[in-house]
């Protein structure tokens, strides 16, 4: 039905593209809106990017909120109405009192994986400090969660359905900056916007921490360009703005970090 050697031409993850064709050929054999699990930015980007040439059918990704980084696709006929309300996603609240055994998204994720769920099931984890987190998840996992997600570290917590109004969202920082370089070499523009040694950013990138628009780059001399999305692993997003030829040669770069 659908050209699936030629939208698996390429691409990195090879068997999620694979699933997502599945869930569309099934779309457009019955004429229902079909989901996919929670899906990471990189997935997300490939899979859009992928399914962008089709016409017969239609994408529409949703978190929860609209800087979510994990998120469901709902896919549909292209003949057939699509809206955000129709990509399924619940919100637990996990409450508990953490003043004195501070828990990390690591926690909370590890604490969620260990009561038998798989990591697709799951959306984006939001911290809220000493009180607790809120996750978003699949709805069928909701009962579960509220049964069996009973501690997180040393802490008891209580785990029950929010309504998704409730879902509190810490907007994230940013900081505008501008920088003058001789090229627009990812490892250039990337220390110039984190604020590190050109060295340091240099090993960031060689080690795979690195990804431009999501994907993982590992050459230094990469170059960037306007509208590209640098990000970090543990250190935020780096967007790249307008770029300019000073009268020197030299490229005036506009940077917003996010944190």
Partial sequence: MLPREEILKGVENRDTVARVIDLAEQAIKTWEVVLTDFLSPPELVEIQQAFSRLTEIQLLAWGGYPQAERQRIAIARSELPLEQSQVAIAVVDVAGN???????????????????????????????????????????????????????????????????????????????????????????IASAGFGMSRNKMSDLINGGDVRVNWKEVTQASSQVKSGDLIAIRGKGRLEVGDIAVTKKQRYRVQLTRYV
Avoid: C
Wanted: no cysteine.
């Fill in 98 to 188: 953490f003043l004195f055994d501070t828990a990390t998204h690591r926690d909370f994720l590890g604490s969620m994986l260990g009561t038998g769920i798989i990591r697709e099931k799951t959306g984006d984890i939001n911290i809220l400090g000493e009180r607790g987190a809120q996750a978003i998840v699949v709805p069928e996992l909701v009962e579960f969660l509220e049964l069996n997600l009973t501690q997180v570290r040393s802490v008891p917590v209580k785990t029950r359905r929010i309504d998704l109004s409730e879902l509190k969202i810490r907007e994230p920082r940013k900081k505008e900056l501008t920088t003058v370089e001789a090229s627009l070499r990812l490892d250039a």
